[in-house]
């Protein structure tokens, strides 16, 4: 069963150490040496986490004479940023019914005081 594309990014992003490799390479390329510089693991288990990071396709690998340099792949930041935005867009007009709710139930309870207010002057 092939996964969609939306879940392999999300399941690739789901680790600390992948979320981290993807910030750094926001900034530059680098190569795996690189990239392990920081952490206190071997070059094999970057790799690993970057081998999860090229299936998903948020990486991707060249070739620079020797240098084997990792790069971001920004397109499937629009990938996920679509998908992001129309719930986020679905949820803004969630809130926003939900704000019209409270107003009527808000103007009700002041029209009904000033009511009660008026009567109670009266008697």
């Known amino acids: 069963m092939a996964t969609d594309p939306l879940s392999s990014i999300f399941s690739a992003l789901a680790d600390p150490t992948r979320r981290d490799i993807v910030a750094r390479l926001a900034v530059a390329d680098a190569t ?6 920081p952490y206190d693991v071997t070059v094999q288990a ?5 081998k ?4 998903s396709g948020l990486v991707s690998r060249t070739r620079d004479a020797q ?3 990792c790069h971001l ?3 499937v ?3 996920m ?6 719930y986020r867009r679905e949820a803004e007009e969630r809130y926003q019914r939900l704000d019209a709710v409270l107003a009527n139930l808000d103007a009700d309870t002041n029209q009904t ?3 009660n207010d008026q009567t109670g002057a009266a008697s």
Request: proline letters at 3%; hydrophobic letters at 35%.
């Open 32 to 37: 795996v040496n690189e990239i392990a510089q």
């Open 46 to 50: 970057v790799s690993k986490h970057l």
């Open 52 to 55: 999860v990071l090229e299936q």
């Open 67 to 69: 240098r084997r340099p």
């Open 73 to 75: 792949e920004a397109d």
């Open 77 to 79: 930041f629009d990938l």
């Open 81 to 86: 940023t679509k998908w992001i935005e129309r």
């Open 113 to 115: 005081n000033s009511r």
